[in-house]
């Protein structure tokens, strides 16, 4: 298994393009999430989808949108990137089972500049 | 709403000797408790996780927690540090809704000296 993986690795952005950062996991997991990380500041929630077909918003999720394509699948879109956008972004995934806390499994990041 | 402190932002200890990495939680609500490690460029990977089955739990590559309610910690302990511990290390409460949204701590960023 792949587990959480995330496209692209690296991506330079002028200020006002826009992107779709990618993430797909192999877990079979119902929940999704996007955080960002900045340094000083740990990850914060920007989105999160609790099974296919909902999304809600974290806590920081001004500028970006979300898609659950699938349950497989959680894309988020910048539509006109700022520099403070300029972060690294995670995708993580977990499962919540009767009985049993869930864990997020994390993939390996996607370093975003903004220029 | 739910929070986590790490004290200490950079935490420098001599190979063999203690690790401790502090965490205090703010919970309104028995709380889920977890400690993430980020190795240089990589993703979280989980170490370990409280979920009130025992109050001292054992993670991977030696590190253990201790859940002390009236202190309302969840402090990370290692007897011995490797040189390959060297990473930063992260504290989080877990929301217990439908999806259990993790809020982080600051980090702390651990380094190990010859």
């Known amino acids: 298994n792949a587990g959480v993986t995330q496209t692209p690795k690296f991506q330079v952005l002028k200020t006002g393009q826009s992107m779709t950062l990618q993430c797909a996991q192999d877990?079979?997991?119902?929940?999704m999430y996007w955080y960002r990380q900045d340094p000083g500041m740990g990850l914060r929630l920007i989105y999160y989808?609790?099974?296919?077909?909902?999304?809600d918003k974290g806590e920081v999720p001004n500028g970006y949108n979300v898609s659950r394509l699938n349950k497989r699948e959680f894309s988020l879109r910048l539509e006109s990137a700022a520099p403070s956008q300029t972060s690294v972004y995670f995708c993580?995934?977990?499962?919540?089972?009767?009985?049993?806390?869930?864990?997020?499994?994390f993939g390996p990041g996607t370093r975003l500049l903004v220029l | 709403a739910q929070s986590v402190t790490q004290l200490g932002s950079h935490v420098s200890v001599s190979e063999g000797a203690l690790v401790l990495l502090r965490c205090n939680y703010s919970?309104?609500?028995?709380?889920?408790l977890f400690w993430y490690v980020q190795y240089p460029n990589q993703g979280l990977q989980l170490l370990l996780k409280y979920t009130s089955a025992a109050t001292l739990v054992k993670g991977i590559n030696g590190f253990e927690a201790e859940f002390k309610k009236s202190e309302t910690s969840f402090h990370l302990t290692k007897p011995s540090a490797h040189m390959s511990d060297a990473a930063e290390y992260f504290c989080a409460v877990s929301d217990t809704g439908t999806a259990s949204k993790l809020t982080f701590g600051t980090g702390t960023r651990l380094q190990v000296t010859l």
């Open positions: 877990m079979n997991h119902n929940s």
């Open positions: 993580a995934s977990s499962e919540k089972m009767a009985g049993r806390q869930e864990t997020q499994y």
């Open positions: 989808s609790a099974s296919e077909g909902t999304t």
């Open positions: 919970s309104s609500v028995p709380p889920y």
